[in-house]
C-alpha cells in the first residue's frame, strides 16, 4: 500500500493536485488549517499554512508549519533556476515576508517550522545545498522540516487511510482498482465495492468517522486517477468519479440550507463535494477535451479507434462518449451560472466558450461519425436528451434539428426492414446477435416498451419537423401498436435511492398518444408534468444542481430522463452559493 502511495504522491502536480490533497491530510491527522492555496494572489512563498504538533521535536511542541509545495523530485534546476516558482526564492520570501508581516497576531507567539513538502525525494545534487540553507538560516524561533512522498505517503496510512479503517478487504479492492486501469470494467467494479464497503456499510451518517470515510473517498480517487493518467486510460477514473460524486452528493444533500448545530462538519462535507466535482471535471476534461476532442472533427476517426468489425461495438462506444461529451458541457453551463451569480464576468465568459466548443465537438462527432443517427439500444433516449438539453443552453437548438430529423428516418427505415431498430436490453449478447431473426414473434419481443419514441417524436413536434414526424407516427402506428410508449418521473423515494443507484423509485408513465396529433400529446405531456410534482422536491432541484448532478445520476445508473427536463434551459443563475464560494 505505501508504495502504491508513494508512486501517486509522486506523480502528483503542484497546483491543483499534491496542494489539494495537503490541507485534508492535515486536518484528519490532526492541525488547524490556518489558509489554503489560492490563485491569483500572492502567497508569499507559502502554500498552506498550520498549527499542528512538530514530531521530529522531541517535546512535540504545537508550531505553526508554513508549507511550501512542490511537485515530483527536487532537483538542482528546482532549487534554484532564477524563477521565482523556485524552491529557495519561496523560502526567502516565506522569511523576509510572510513570518514579518503576514503571520496573524494571535500565532505570533508560536515557535515556526517551515516545512519544504514535496511528493518525491531531495535528489543527492541538492541535499547539501537544502543542509547548507538550512544551517544558515534556523534559529531559536525558526526550524526547517522536510515532508517528502515517504513522509507524506506514511501520514496518508496512519490517517485518513489507517489500516484500522480502511480494513483488509477494502484494501483489496483499492489495489485491484489501481492495478486494472487498463481494464476500466474491472476497476470500476472494484472501486465501486471500495466505496459501498466505505459508506453503504457503515450505519453511522454523522460524525467525524464519516467525514473520514468521505475523505478515504477523495483520496482514493485521486490515486486512481493519477495511475491511470501515467497508463493513458481514464476510463476507469471516469466512471469511478462520478459514482463517488453521486454517493458523496448523497451524503452532503440534506445539509445545503440547514441550519443546525453541526455547521462545521456541514462545512466540511461541502468542502470535500466541492473538491470532489473538481476532480471529476479535471478527469473529464483529461478524457473529453484532450482525447476525445482530437478526434471528433477527424472523419470516422472515433468510430475506428474501437478497433472492433462489429457494428454494435461502434455504435455502444459513441454513444457513450457522446453522452460524457454532452454531459461534460452541461457541467460547463452550471459553472457560468455560478460565476454569473458571483459577478465574475471573466470566469462565466470563459465557462460559457467551453460550453459552445464542447457543443461544436459533439455536432462534429455526429457529422462524422454516422452511426450516432442510429442508436441500438433504446436506453440511448438518455444521451439524445442531454444533447439536446446542451443545445438548447447554447440556444442553437435549431440548427442541431438535422440531427433529429435524419434519426428520425433512419429509424423508420430500421423498423420496417426490422433490421438494427433499437432495443430495449442493454445485454451485450441481446445486442450483438440482434436481431437473431425478423419474426414477429421476436420482434414483439424485442419492441415491448420504449423511452426513446415519445422523447423523438416530442422534440419533432417542438422543432415543428413534421415531415419526419409524420413518417415516424405512421411508422409506429402500423408497426408498433403492441409497444408501450412511456415517460419516466421522480416520485417520492427517488431523492433517497437515485444517488447510490438503486431502481426501485419512480413513476412509468405508459400509453403516451404520440401518434395522434401534436396538440394532444404536447397537452398529456403538460399534464404529466403538472401532475408529478415529486421532481420538483428533489434535493438537485431545490439547490438548482439538477443540470449536471440529476443528469448525471440518470445517465450513470440509466435511468430516463424525466420531460421536465426535456425542454427546459438550465437556469442562468445559481442558488448554490455554497458551492460557488
Not at 467525514?211 to 471516469?238: H, M, S
Not at 453541526?262 to 482525447?291: F, N, P, S
Not at 468510430?303 to 455504435?315: G, K, L, P, R
Amino acid at each position: 500500500m505505501k508504495l502504491i502511495l508513494r508512486q501517486y504522491l509522486a506523480d502528483l502536480r503542484e497546483r491543483g493536485e499534491l496542494d489539494a490533497i495537503l490541507p485534508d491530510l492535515l486536518s484528519e491527522i490532526g492541525f488547524n488549517v490556518l489558509s489554503r492555496p489560492s490563485r491569483g494572489t500572492r502567497q508569499a512563498g507559502v502554500d498552506v499554512a498550520a498549527i499542528g504538533p512538530d514530531e521530529d521535536d522531541g517535546e512535540k511542541r504545537r508550531k505553526l508549519f508554513l508549507f511550501t509545495i512542490k511537485s515530483g523530485n527536487l532537483r538542482r534546476k528546482n532549487w534554484d533556476d532564477g524563477s521565482p516558482q523556485a524552491v529557495r526564492p519561496s523560502l526567502n520570501e516565506i522569511r523576509d515576508e510572510y513570518i514579518h508581516s503576514r503571520v496573524p497576531q494571535q500565532y505570533q507567539s508560536l515557535d515556526i517550522a517551515i516545512c519544504l513538502c514535496i511528493g518525491g525525494e531531495i535528489k543527492e545534487d541538492v541535499r547539501a545545498l537544502w543542509k547548507g540553507y538550512i544551517e544558515e538560516n534556523r534559529s531559536d524561533k525558526i526550524s526547517f522540516r522536510e515532508w517528502n512522498g515517504d513522509k507524506l505517503a506514511e501520514l496518508l496510512l496512519s490517517g485518513v487511510l489507517k489500516e484500522e479503517i480502511l480494513e483488509t478487504r477494502l484494501q483489496t479492492h483499492f489495489r485491484k482498482s489501481i492495478a486494472m486501469v487498463d481494464h476500466p470494467d474491472v476497476a470500476y467494479r472494484f472501486f465501486t465495492l471500495l466505496i459501498q464497503g466505505l459508506l453503504e456499510d457503515d450505519v453511522n451518517k454523522r460524525g467525524r468517522s464519516r467525514i473520514t470515510k468521505l475523505r478515504q473517498v477523495y483520496i482514493c480517487l485521486w490515486v486512481l486517477f493519477v495511475w491511470a493518467r501515467d497508463a493513458g486510460n481514464l476510463e476507469a477514473p471516469l466512471r469511478a468519479s462520478e459514482y463517488a460524486l453521486l454517493h458523496i452528493w448523497n451524503e452532503c444533500r440534506s445539509m445545503f440550507g440547514e441550519q443546525t448545530k453541526e455547521q462545521k462538519e456541514r462545512a466540511i462535507r461541502i468542502g470535500i463535494l466541492k473538491q470532489t466535482i473538481g476532480l471529476h471535471l479535471l478527469i473529464a476534461d483529461g478524457l473529453v477535451m484532450k482525447k476525445l476532442g482530437t478526434y471528433a472533427e477527424k472523419p470516422f476517426a472515433l468510430s475506428m479507434a474501437v478497433a472492433s468489425h462489429s457494428s454494435v461495438d461502434v455504435n455502444l462506444a459513441l454513444f457513450e462518449q457522446f453522452g460524457r461529451l454532452s454531459l461534460y458541457g452541461l457541467w460547463q453551463h452550471w459553472g457560468a451560472c455560478l460565476a454569473q451569480a458571483d459577478d465574475n464576468e471573466v470566469d462565466a465568459t470563459e465557462f460559457c466558450r467551453g460550453r459552445n466548443r464542447l457543443l461544436e465537438m459533439a455536432v462534429a462527432m455526429i457529422n462524422n461519425n454516422p452511426a450516432l443517427k442510429s442508436p441500438i439500444r433504446d436506453d440511448f433516449a438518455i444521451e439524445i436528451a442531454l444533447f439536446m438539453l446542451l443545445a438548447q443552453v447554447c440556444g442553437t437548438v435549431d440548427a442541431v434539428s438535422g440531427y433529429l430529423e435524419q434519426m428520425a428516418y433512419r429509424l423508420k427505415f430500421s423498423i420496417e426492414r426490422r433490421t438494427a431498430y433499437p432495443v430495449p436490453s442493454t445485454g451485450y449478447n441481446d445486442l450483438v446477435g440482434h436481431p437473431a431473426n425478423r419474426s414477429d414473434e421476436y420482434f414483439k419481443q424485442h419492441t415491448r416498451g420504449s423511452v426513446l419514441y415519445p422523447l423523438l417524436v416530442a422534440w419533432l413536434d417542438r422543432l415543428n419537423l413534421r415531415g419526419a414526424r409524420d413518417a415516424l407516427a405512421a411508422c409506429i402506428e402500423k408497426n408498433l401498436s403492441h409497444t408501450t410508449q412511456q415517460v419516466w418521473v421522480p416520485n417520492g423515494n427517488t431523492d433517497e435511492r437515485l444517488w447510490v443507484g438503486r431502481r426501485d423509485h419512480g413513476v412509468a408513465i405508459p400509453d403516451l398518444p404520440i401518434c395522434e396529433g401534436p396538440s394532444r400529446y404536447a397537452e398529456l405531456l403538460d399534464r404529466v408534468i403538472a401532475d408529478h410534482t415529486a421532481f420538483n422536491d428533489l434535493s438537485t432541484t431545490k439547490y438548482e444542481l439538477f443540470a449536471p448532478i440529476f443528469l448525471m445520476a440518470c445517465r450513470h445508473f440509466r435511468m430516463p430522463i424525466p420531460p421536465h427536463l426535456w425542454f427546459l434551459e438550465v437556469p442562468d443563475s445559481s442558488s448554490a452559493e455554497e458551492l460557488g464560494q
